[in-house]
């Protein structure tokens, strides 16, 4: 089963229809949905989010982007355990480069990523109270929190490296593993395959080195954020006990979410690759669509967590559709007249909680 092919192996589904199918649908249902995320954030934000609510904006946009550019663009289908795969998604339609594609998902994923560890490092410093040891001056906070978002994409400037000499590869990967052969013969796929330590092996162990780096920062952040909470609970008022409440909620949900969709499909792929499981192509399919739809899940989680961006969801959905919306609860909790929407944020109306 571990990396030879004396027994019998399946051959690959080039064009496995229901995992296509399934990627194109659930990319075309939460693209809207992530949308209207995006629209709430902007316009209906509560109180207890203001001085965040541009870097919440920000990672509900490349979790949109990542979610509609891996399911309906590109859709990738992969070959493994040997690194191959073919985008069969619109940009293939359009007879865009695999390896342009290749670059555009591999940035998409790590900015998505990033701006993930950037919204909790910001909810983890309104946590903490001014006179904390880890407390940022608002510069050295946007130096920090850059650095950290630009640390995982601009690694991608070397993966133009991996491209070199595919027709070789192709034909090698061929000679080597004869089950390979329709894979390499089709016109778009894109195969990284030498037989020694190659660049494909460091660029995955990089890849995965920072992504650690950053899983670990967000683990880090929610306990510390779990264990300041606890420390100063005797000592805050009910209003920002309450805001404390929401923001280790929040923070546990994203490292949630962030390991259900990304982490671990992620290391199955990579267990795949590195230690040549074979026969497992519809297991990596299932991993795979649970990263193509992981800004849906975290909109729906959004939604799920924060009563004030669902109620402002239901209402724009009922609005929509020309229904009767109910009663609508405020920003601040107080219960707006029949029909009448929400009022946005106006950000001279109200003071800024931290700084």
Same mark, same amino acid.
């Given at each position: 089963?571990?990396?030879?092919?004396?027994?019998?192996?399946?051959?690959?589904?080039?064009?496995?229809?229901?995992?296509?199918?399934?990627?194109?649908?659930?990319?075309?249902?939460?693209?809207p949905?992530?949308?209207?995320?995006?629209?709430?954030?902007?316009?209906?934000?509560?109180?207890?989010?203001?001085?965040?609510?541009?870097?919440?904006?920000?990672?509900?946009?490349?979790?949109?982007?990542?979610?509609?550019?891996?399911?309906?663009?590109?859709?990738?289908?992969f070959f493994?355990p040997?690194?191959?795969?073919?985008?069969?998604?619109?940009?293939?339609?359009?007879?865009?480069?695999?390896?342009?594609?290749?670059?555009?998902?591999?940035?998409?994923?790590?900015?998505?990523?990033?701006s993930?560890?950037?919204v909790?490092? &910001?909810?983890?410093?309104?946590?903490? $109270? #001014?006179?904390?040891?880890?407390? +940022? =001056?608002?510069?050295? *906070?946007m130096?920090?929190?850059?650095?950290?978002?630009?640390?995982?994409?601009?690694?991608?400037i070397?993966?133009?490296?991996?491209?070199?000499?595919?027709?070789?590869?192709?034909?090698?990967?061929?000679?080597?593993y004869?089950? &390979?052969?329709?894979v390499?013969?089709l $016109? #778009?796929?894109?195969?990284?395959y +030498? =037989?020694?330590f190659? *660049?494909?092996?460091?660029?995955?162990?990089?890849?995965?080195?920072?992504?650690?780096?950053?899983?670990?920062?967000?683990?880090?952040?929610?306990?510390?954020?779990?264990?300041?909470?606890?420390?100063?609970e005797?000592?805050?008022?009910?209003?920002t006990?309450?805001?404390t409440?929401?923001?280790?909620?929040?923070?546990?949900?994203?490292?949630?979410?962030?390991?259900?969709?990304?982490?671990?499909?992620?290391?199955?792929?990579?267990l795949?690759?590195?230690?040549?499981?074979?026969?497992?192509?519809?297991?990596?399919?299932?991993?795979?669509?649970?990263?193509?739809i992981?800004?849906?899940?975290?909109?729906?989680s959004?939604?799920?967590?924060?009563?004030?961006?669902?109620?402002?969801?239901?209402?724009?959905?009922?609005?929509?559709?020309?229904?009767?919306?109910?009663?609508?609860?405020?920003?601040?909790?107080?219960?707006y007249?029949?029909?009448?929407?929400?009022?946005?944020?106006?950000?001279?109306?109200?003071?800024?909680?931290?700084?």
């Amino acid at each position: 089963m571990f990396g030879d092919t004396s027994y019998n192996v399946s051959d690959f589904n080039l064009q496995p229809k229901f995992y296509l199918r399934l990627m194109s649908a659930f990319s075309c249902l939460g693209f809207p949905v992530n949308l209207l995320g995006l629209c709430v954030i902007f316009r209906y934000t509560p109180e207890h989010l203001k001085t965040i609510r541009c870097h919440v904006a920000n990672q509900q946009l490349w979790a949109t982007l990542q979610d509609f550019l891996l399911g309906f663009c590109i859709a990738p289908v992969f070959f493994l355990p040997m690194p191959a795969g073919c985008p069969t998604g619109f940009f293939a339609t359009l007879s865009i480069p695999t390896e342009v594609q290749f670059c555009m998902a591999v940035l998409v994923m790590c900015l998505s990523f990033s701006s993930v560890s950037h919204v909790v490092l &910001y909810k983890w410093q309104l946590i903490l $109270p #001014n006179h904390h040891l880890c407390k +940022l =001056p608002a510069k050295l *906070k946007m130096a920090v929190s850059s650095t950290l978002y630009f640390s995982v994409p601009i690694f991608c400037i070397f993966a133009t490296d991996l491209f070199e000499n595919q027709q070789e590869q192709k034909k090698l990967l061929a000679e080597n593993y004869p089950i &390979y052969e329709p894979v390499t013969k089709l $016109p #778009n796929s894109l195969v990284f395959y +030498l =037989p020694q330590f190659n *660049k494909f092996t460091r660029f995955l162990m990089v890849f995965g080195a920072i992504f650690g780096f950053h899983i670990f920062l967000i683990g880090f952040l929610t306990w510390s954020s779990i264990v300041q909470k606890k420390a100063l609970e005797k000592y805050l008022t009910s209003e920002t006990d309450g805001n404390t409440k929401q923001y280790v909620k929040e923070i546990k949900v994203q490292l949630a979410v962030m390991m259900g969709t990304l982490l671990k499909p992620g290391i199955f792929i990579g267990l795949v690759i590195f230690v040549h499981i074979w026969n497992a192509q519809e297991l990596i399919e299932s991993a795979f669509f649970l990263v193509s739809i992981s800004g849906l899940i975290n909109t729906i989680s959004m939604f799920c967590v924060e009563p004030n961006y669902r109620q402002a969801a239901k209402y724009l959905i009922c609005k929509a559709l020309g229904r009767d919306r109910g009663e609508k609860l405020s920003m601040d909790g107080v219960k707006y007249r029949t029909n009448e929407p929400p009022t946005p944020v106006n950000n001279s109306q109200v003071t800024i909680l931290e700084t």
